[in-house]
């Protein structure tokens, strides 16, 4: 049987990258194409990714192996037995990331035609755009640690290059900077993790430390898995790290979807899964953590999206909440579930961020819900699709979010983790009620928009990406159905089997999910559809008054991290500074300039310009060096 | 006569020291029994009896520079060309085929600098 | 007592001698015709001459024996030097013709003088006889002191020709001399020598004697000779004299050119001939690399003027590739090649822009001259960038591969500490490269200043090395593998 080659697999990362390049050197005068170009590149890896899976798919070998499989792109460095090679890693978890972010990213690129038309860095925007999914392709199909970092920090210059892309205004930059400062903090664990496992196996290729994870020791094991989630936790915007997602809303909207709810948001998760062997070899701690902190961490990003009115902010709450969900099944190890939930969710997701934005495109850019209402009878395929994207979120069968919601929730039982299983229940009502109440506020009731706004559904290219979108949100369950295609089978040779419970148990759980989903919306329509809503939100927010505050101040975390961390930590650096930096380092650097400085103008007097004094040198040297020989030729 | 390797070179050097003493002492002793009468003339520089007329930094015009670099070629050419001539007869083609080039060669510089115009003397 | 003549065969010195032919042809044929004419059909005819002379390299490649009276060497080291030496001749004909077009002094001799000099590096590349190696030399140096002081009208120009001159011809004296110790000691001038004729491997090969002695004594004349042309401390001085007032296409191919020749001399002298002898000579490489990286990083912090700048940096690259000479192992000989081909390469690109941004007379070549050249030529400030970081030894460019090589190679040879001093000097080197870059990008441009003619040429030469660099900084295996089957030198039996 032929051997899995996929000579394709190099030229997915290299499209972008070349798009990018383009785009970005010679940003101006491709300005009219340039959206064009990014989207084919994209388009293009789509294309190549699908080709590479259905040549995957031709391998049947028994449990799936065969499958993956290492393509050399060049040998770098090679001295001894150090090595640097740009190797890709192909396998079913890398091709499942390789189809959603070429996927998603074709059609957000398509989508941003429409939406950055009028912006006078259209090209270098789509350059950003183009650059970002290179890195984001590398990180995910890189098989060696230095290039999985490459792809990662890529990934993060990006989004802090897109979310500061509207410069001029004070909020972006300062997002871009929060994002880009908070990301380090992760990225700083990330690195020692990767130390940590490289001296350990004593080679960077995830392969080979996968392969050796088993003979770690707990503690080793343990140590590198918490530094990588630390990594994660700065990435995938998990508590304590969370906090610069909201923020990053100030970029333009479709790189909120694409980059801070589809794809780049995600590395953490598929790091945790790639790693797995790792966690598993920590005996449970590490996944204890994982999972207590996806858990945590998806009820209280849903309590503060519950209080927030900023369309964004609520999305982007929803999406720490739902990547909180992801961690919760990596904790529980149910790997394929973590996945199979971070490809629905990028459907949905993606899908009512870009309907925020068609909708921010029709308003002139109000986020406020507030102040609109009942725009579902002008703006129709906006409102018919984003319902999709509610619905799926919501847990309602048989829109995609169920199936993975539920799957992970199952999982969480048949671990025996009930407290987990009941908070992510929990979560999924409140779930079901922002959402709700975020539709219903937007869409449902009487025509109310901002003075002076005229109104209109958004242009072809825009709407034309969310209908796709739409109808993975409503479809995507479907590649997790037991019986038909399986997503959990085919990642198995990667990340093992999901234990999923059997029996007559798996109804009533799917009943219970479904009940909390039904619930929430329910409970919505009753304080924001139905008459006399307000007076009930009233009586409601007067009686639980602590709460509430506290949710709408955000617990108060960005205060408590700006006096507790960023101040002490500004008069470090201060102290820094301008004490041990201006008087110690730079005291020993420019003394160590000075002294190259000064001996340079002191020998310099020696070019003096006279060819005898040159001579003269010169026969100095020759008599150095007999002296020295007859001395040594006498001895 | 001392052996070896280096000996041989103190030979030289014996030699060398021996000679250079002769001389310093003829001219030591040239000097005691000489009578010493100086003149101006006596202090001249000794210019093959012509008398020394201007001062010695004397300029010549560079062209007979060039000119004396172009005599170099008929030189060079002559040291090779009669031994060549002497036994001309038993070197056979090869060697009538190689002078031929090797004058070729010198004809081209001399061509060269004639196309230059260094053999034009303008004053 | 009939006559045999010795059996002459030429392909070890084909290459030259396709150089020395078209260098004819050049000549008579540019005083010939107008200049006008010249202008456009000499680059070609020169081009024609280094592309034959390529040839005749390639095609001799792999073979490995010692013609004309054993005195030259056809082996793979020689080919490999041989072909880096006429692509950079070819880089400096392509970018003197735009510089002569543009100052106004187009003569064939320049052309003629460039193949010459090259002829003379490549036999010296190939010398397996002392006497041939002076000759080789003399014959590049000459060639070299004229076209040095191409720029007759300029002062500078002059100056600089003249001082090169002097301080060549005595150190080519000390040259001289030590052929004249090495004949003493060992009585033959060759380099391997056979069983009838012995030459000094042979004679090191044998038992040691007295004669021996003398024969150190002549390394440290040689050392001495081909020092002051690899630009090494305390023979340095002439450099950045010399490569100030040369134009500076010359200053570049001189800094590729002169080097390799240099290194390619000492390489097969030191690292072959004089093997046996390393534990004599090898103290006094050490200490003259040491010396040479220390003082050219040191000196060239201090330069205002971009051309001595790079100057001072050519001799800082002339200890780190004799770190690779001390070595004296192969990956020590293959990573020198390696390092002075890159190294040639980005150099002349670097002199390229610095010929172009120069402008007429080159009267724009000092440092603040170079205040927002990237605003006013960013194609040409960024290829200088690249050649910079590339000297500068920063990753992804083939400099960094070349040092990765030979510092390597002498950590090897278990001379890490000399790899340490080269790693700080290294550092201190890059901050003079870097100051370039700051001048260049951070600093407004001067609106006064008149636009600068960018001939097709010599923007073809800056594009092509500035690919190159950053080529054989990604792939650099094929070059090195080439560098590696180079190292294999004829050992005389």
């Known amino acids: 049987m032929k051997a899995f080659d996929p000579v394709l697999a190099p030229y997915i990362v290299a499209l972008p990258l070349i798009g990018a390049l383009g785009l970005l050197l010679l940003g101006r005068r491709l300005r009219a194409v340039a959206g064009l170009v990014a989207s084919a590149t994209v388009g293009v890896g789509f294309v190549l990714g699908v080709i590479v899976l259905v040549q995957m798919l031709g391998v049947t070998e028994k449990g799936g192996h065969g499958r993956e499989a290492v393509v050399r792109v060049w040998e770098w460095i090679s001295a001894g037995s150090f090595s640097v090679n740009v190797d890709l890693l192909v396998d079913p978890l890398s091709m499942v990331m390789v189809l959603v972010v070429t996927g998603v990213g074709t059609l957000i690129h398509v989508y941003s035609i429409g939406y950055m038309h009028d912006d006078p860095r259209y090209s270098r925007f789509f350059g950003y755009m183009n650059l970002f999914v290179a890195s984001m392709l590398l990180l995910v199909l890189a098989d060696n640690l230095l290039l999985l970092y490459v792809g990662w920090e890529g990934v993060g210059l990006c989004s802090y290059l897109l979310i500061g892309f509207w410069f001029e205004r004070r909020a972006a930059a300062g997002a871009a900077k929060k994002a880009f400062i908070v990301n380090r903090v992760g990225d700083f664990s990330f690195l020692i993790g990767i130390f940590v496992l490289s001296v350990t196996v004593s080679s960077l290729t995830v392969s080979s430390i996968n392969e050796a994870a088993g003979g770690m020791t707990a503690g080793i094991a343990t140590t590198a898995a918490l530094l990588l989630f630390g990594g994660a936790t700065g990435k995938s915007a998990q508590i304590p790290l969370y906090v610069w997602l909201p923020d990053a809303m100030e970029g333009p909207t479709p790189v909120s979807a694409l980059i801070h709810a589809a794809t780049m948001v995600t590395a953490g998760v598929y790091m945790v899964a790639r790693f797995s062997p790792v966690f598993e070899a920590s005996g449970g701690l590490a996944l204890g953590v994982v999972a207590w902190i996806g858990a945590l961490t998806a009820l209280w990003a849903a309590l503060m999206a519950a209080a927030e009115y900023d369309i964004k902010r609520v999305l982007a709450y929803s999406t720490i909440s739902q990547l909180g969900y992801m961690f919760l099944a990596l904790g529980v190890r149910a790997y394929s579930i973590a996945i199979f939930h971070l490809v629905t969710h990028a459907f949905f997701k993606a899908l009512m961020f870009l309907g925020a934005g068609s909708i921010m495109h029709s308003l002139d850019g109000e986020v406020d819900m507030r102040n609109m209402s009942g725009l579902r009878k002008v703006m129709p395929i906006t409102a018919f699709t984003f319902m999709t994207g509610w619905l799926a979120i919501s847990g309602i069968i048989p829109f995609s979010g169920f199936f993975s919601k539920d799957a992970i929730l199952a999982s969480a039982w048949h671990q025996g983790r009930y407290a987990l299983w009941a908070i992510g229940a929990g979560t999924a009502l409140l779930t079901a009620f922002y959402m709700s109440r975020l539709y219903f506020r937007i869409f449902e009731g009487d025509l109310k928009v901002p003075e002076g706004v005229h109104v209109h559904e958004s242009p072809p290219s825009m709407v034309g990406a969310l209908i796709p979108l739409g109808v993975l949100s409503v479809v995507g369950g479907v590649i997790n159905l037991p019986g038909l295609l399986t997503l959990d089978h085919f990642l198995e040779p990667v990340v093992g089997e999901s234990e999923v419970p059997s029996g007559f148990t798996p109804w009533i759980l799917g009943a219970i999910a479904l009940l909390a989903g039904i619930a929430g919306i329910a409970f919505a329509r009753t304080l924001y559809l139905l008459p006399g809503g307000a007076t009930r939100r009233a009586a409601l927010c007067e009686r639980f008054k602590t709460p509430v505050d506290a949710a709408r101040n955000k617990f108060w975390v960005d205060e408590i991290y700006g006096r507790g961390i960023v101040l002490p930590g500004k008069a470090f650096a201060s102290f820094c500074a301008n004490v041990i930096d201006a008087r110690l380092v730079d005291g020993a650097v420019n003394g160590g300039g000075r002294v190259v400085a000064g001996a340079g103008w002191l020998f310099r007097r020696a070019q003096s310009g006279y060819v005898r004094s040159y001579a003269l040198t010169f026969l100095f040297g020759v008599v150095v060096i007999f002296s020295l020989l007859v001395f040594r030729v006498a001895l | 006569m001392p052996e070896g390797y280096f000996g041989q070179y103190a030979t030289i050097g014996i030699f060398a020291l021996a000679g250079m003493t002769l001389v310093g002492a003829t001219l030591q002793l040239a000097k005691l029994v000489r009578p010493n009468v100086p003149t101006v003339q006596k202090y001249t520089t000794y210019e093959s009896g012509i008398d020394p007329i201007g001062r010695g930094w004397a300029q010549s015009n560079v062209r007979y520079y060039i000119f004396a670099l172009l005599f170099v070629i008929f030189d060079v050419e002559a040291v090779f060309l009669f031994p060549w001539a002497i036994i001309f007869e038993s070197l056979g083609t090869q060697a009538f085929i190689e002078m031929i080039i090797f004058i070729g060669i010198l004809a081209l510089a001399l061509l060269y600098a004639i196309k230059k115009g260094v053999l034009e003397w303008l004053s | 007592m009939p006559f045999v003549p010795p059996e002459i065969r030429l392909a070890g010195i084909a290459p030259e001698m396709a150089l020395v032919v078209s260098a004819f042809v050049v000549l008579i044929a540019g005083t010939f015709a107008r200049s006008r004419v010249n202008r456009v059909y000499l680059p070609a005819l ?22 004309l009276s054993d005195m030259i060497a056809l082996d793979g080291f020689a080919t490999f030097c041989k072909i880096s030496l006429a692509v950079f001749g070819l880089l400096t004909v392509w970018l003197g013709s735009d510089y002569l077009t543009r100052d106004g002094i187009e003569e064939p001799e320049f052309y003629g003088l460039v193949l010459l000099a090259v002829a003379g590096m490549m036999l010296m590349a ?315 990008y951070m600093q407004e441009p001067d609106e006064s200043r008149p636009p600068i003619p960018v001939g097709r040429a010599a923007s073809t030469v800056v594009a092509l090395t500035a690919v190159a660099t950053i080529i054989l900084g990604l792939f650099w295996s094929p070059l090195i593998g080439a560098a590696e089957d180079a190292t294999f030198f004829f050992v005389g039996g």
Do not use: C
């Not at chain 3, 020169?46 to 034959?52: L, S």
């Not at chain 3, 290829?383 to 030894?393: E, R, V, Y």
């Not at chain 3, 040092?403 to 001093?421: P, R, T």
């Open chain 3, 46 to 67: 020169a081009t024609i001459g280094f592309g034959a002379s390529i040839y005749f390299a390639v095609s001799v490649w792999g073979e490995n024996e010692l013609q």
């Open chain 3, 126 to 440: 190939s010398a397996a006889d002392l006497i041939v190696i002076f000759l080789a030399l003399e014959t590049f140096s000459i060639a070299l002191y004229v076209l040095v002081g191409y720029r007759r009208r300029s002062i500078e120009g002059q100056e600089s020709a003249m001082k090169y001159f002097l301080l060549g011809a005595f150190s080519s004296s000390f040259f001289l001399l030590g052929i004249a110790l090495a004949y003493g000691a060992v009585g033959s001038t060759n380099l391997y020598g056979n069983s009838e004729n012995p030459g000094l491997a042979q004679f090191l090969s044998e038992s040691a004697s007295e004669a021996t002695g003398v024969l150190v004594l002549a390394t440290g004349f040689l050392v001495v000779g081909l020092g002051f042309k690899i630009a090494a401390v305390p023979f340095h001085m002439w450099t950045p004299d010399a490569y100030q007032g040369a134009p500076s296409p010359i200053t570049g191919f001189m800094a590729a050119g002169s080097k390799l020749a240099g290194f390619a001399a000492l390489l097969r002298l030191f690292d072959a001939s004089l093997f046996a002898l390393r534990w004599e000579w090898r103290p006094l490489l050490i200490g003259i690399a040491v010396a040479t990286m220390i003082a050219g990083s040191v000196l060239a912090v201090v330069q205002e003027d971009i051309k001595r700048m790079l100057a001072y940096s050519s001799i800082a690259h002339a200890g780190f590739v004799l770190t690779g000479v001390i070595a004296t192992n192969d990956r020590g000989i293959s990573g020198s090649l390696f390092y002075l081909a890159t190294y040639g390469i980005a150099v002349l690109g670097g002199f390229a822009v610095v010929s172009i941004l120069g402008g007429k007379d080159e009267h724009r070549v000092r440092l603040v001259d170079y205040k927002g050249a990237f605003y006013e030529h960013p194609a040409l400030a960024g290829a200088l960038t690249l050649f910079l970081l590339s000297l500068a030894g920063v990753p992804v460019t083939s400099g960094f591969v070349g040092k990765l090589v030979v510092f390597g190679a002498a950590i090897e040879a278990g001379y890490s500490w000399v790899v340490v001093i080269g790693m700080l000097t290294s550092a201190i080197a890059a901050f003079f490269y870097l100051r370039v870059l700051v001048v260049m």
